[in-house]
């Protein structure tokens, strides 16, 4: 089977829990995983999740070989170029300034490079941002994102399976990433086997 490439890029919006446990979760699921993250990304890293250092046994959860942790500050650095092929790049989450950074094409670091790499190259980018409310700049940047082949999804779990742990809100959100990675998941189930789950309960109750 196909081990899939995927770039994850760590920046400094609120919402770091998501990039710790889909790193993981990729691991596990064989993919091979490169990080960039940016300064602020590192700090919401520590604040958020308390991994000061950013450390591959620990992000991957034992899986450390399927994980290369990339200087962000190295422009020349080997995710920035066109011939690093992968199978795409989530930036989770991502800030309103590499939002916009992506969105206009400026690359003031290797993570921001691949991610424009990524666009002209026509792979897959996801863009995981987390800010609230939103003004016109960010909207603006958003469109344009999307117009440049980019995919814009908000760090906004649903309440529909009824989550009681905020692992249950992270893992919503990370079986939505993976689904749009391609990466087989078996974290929750899909909204038909929750509804087939239901009725058979009421069917239960009934009974
Ligand atoms: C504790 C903390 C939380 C932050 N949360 C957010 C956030 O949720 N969304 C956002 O767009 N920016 C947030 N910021 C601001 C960004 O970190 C800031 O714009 C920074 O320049 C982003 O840099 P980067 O995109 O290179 O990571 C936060 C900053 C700090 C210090």
Known sequence: MHTKRII?????????PYALRL?????????E??????????RLMADEC???KLDAEALTGGRASQLTIHNENDL???VASGSFRHDGMIIVPCSGNTLSKVAYGLTDNQLQRAAMVT???????????RETPLSLVEIEAM??????????????????????????????MVARMMDLLGVEHEIQPTWDEHLAA???ARRGEQA
Request: proline residues 5%; charged residues 20%.
């Open 23 to 31: 790193i993981t979760r990729l691991a596990h699921a064989n993919c």
């Open 143 to 172: 469109r344009a994102a999307t117009l440049a082949g980019a995919i814009v999804m908000p760090l906004s779990p649903g309440f529909y399976l009824n989550p009681t742990t905020m692992d249950d809100l992270v893992d919503f």
């Open 33 to 42: 995983v490169h990080l960039l993250a940016s300064a602020l990304g590192r």
């Open 76 to 78: 020349g650095g080997p």
């Open 8 to 16: 994850v890029g760590i920046t400094g919006a609120s919402g770091a």
């Open 50 to 52: 308390g991994i000061k």
């Open 198 to 200: 239901e009725r058979a």
């Open 119 to 129: 666009l002209k190259e026509r792979r897959r980018l996801i863009l995981a941002h």
